[in-house]
Nanobody
Framework: QVQLVESGGGLVQPGGSLRLSCAAS????????MSWYRQGPGKERELVASISTAGGSTNYADSMKGRFTISRDNAKNTVYLQMNSLKPEDTAMYFC?????????WGQGTQVTVSS
């Protein structure tokens, strides 16, 4: 079955960096757009970034442009999110996502906390 396992979250000071990873299995990874979402305390889940099947096209939420970079390694069935210049408002649970046949699949999430 589809499995998405996120890792790499943690506590970081404002201005710091983290790299999240999402290991995928149970489907043909290279055939699907992959996305990162996040959900902050008391907030709705929001799209962070998406990447095309071969990685040549990406899109980002406005507040993440220039600070976050999504990438993928189809040989490793893994999608990454490099987060730089982190702000306290980036504190959230970050989720990996794949949508197949109109069904969304999610990982368990990885917590990112930005605080001094």
């Amino acid at each position: 079955q589809v499995q998405l396992v996120e890792s790499g979250g943690g506590l970081v000071q404002p201005g710091g960096s983290l790299r999240l990873s999402c290991a995928a299995s149970g489907f043909t990874f290279s055939r699907y757009i992959m996305s990162w979402y996040r959900q902050g305390p008391g907030k709705e889940r929001e799209l962070v970034a998406s990447i095309s099947t071969a990685g040549g096209s990406t899109n980002y939420a406005d507040s993440m442009k220039g600070r976050f970079t999504i990438s993928r390694d189809n040989a490793k069935n893994t999608v990454y999110l490099q987060m730089n210049s982190l702000k306290p408002e980036d504190t959230a649970m970050y989720f990996c996502n794949v949508r197949m046949y109109q069904v969304n699949y999610w990982g368990q999430g990885t917590q990112v906390t930005v605080s001094s």
